[in-house]
């Protein structure tokens, strides 16, 4: 009998401890709060924000629609979600914006005739398969668009790939509030 009572203690106080971690989360999300838990950005927790989408900007966004997104899902790069395609969001650096001249070579991406660094494009990914390069090896970012990639690791599924994108699909610009 008194084992019964103390199974039936710990069933209720690791309830109230479940659901009370659930509410925290919830709450946290609600006000503004986001976790970044792949390698496209430092891993941590962001905080949304009215800033503008400019160089430099951390930023949340819908992947743009296309055969390359539709494949990166089918290929499992890509989480499931709330945006068109049911698609999950990404979280990407903006590395150019309007008027910057952009190239995309074997050796990386270049802005302005800079190379970005870590922006080298990957032939095949972790299981040999073939990766998209976006077709445009040179071009200008026009003012409706960005190209948003990763500046710290270069196997990130970003810009490379798929190309730069339109400002609407930014969803807000995220700010690290703790990153590791």
Not at 1 to 19: C, D, Y
Not at 107 to 125: E, I, K, Q
């Amino acid at each position: 009998m008194k084992i019964k009572l103390i199974l039936r203690k710990i069933t209720v106080v690791t309830a109230i401890a479940g659901l009370s971690v659930t509410a925290l989360g919830l709450l946290f999300y609600v006000a503004g709060g986001r976790v970044n838990t792949t390698k496209s950005i430092p891993v941590g927790l962001y905080w949304t924000s009215s800033k503008p989408v400019e160089k430099g900007a951390y930023v949340l966004l819908c992947p743009p629609p296309g055969e390359v997104i539709a494949e990166a899902k089918r290929r499992g790069y890509l989480t499931t979600g709330v945006c068109p395609g049911k698609l999950g969001y990404m979280m990407k650096k903006v590395l150019a914006a309007k008027d910057d001249a952009v190239a995309i070579t074997d050796a990386g991406v270049t802005v302005n005739s800079t190379m970005l660094p870590l922006s080298a494009p990957m032939a095949m990914d972790k299981f040999g398969r073939p990766l998209p390069r976006y077709q445009h090896t040179n071009f200008t970012i026009s003012d409706n668009e960005v190209l948003v990639m990763s500046d710290v690791n270069g196997k990130s599924f970003d810009g490379r790939y798929f190309g730069p994108i339109l400002r609407s699909q930014i969803k807000t610009v995220i700010v690290p509030v703790f990153t590791w």
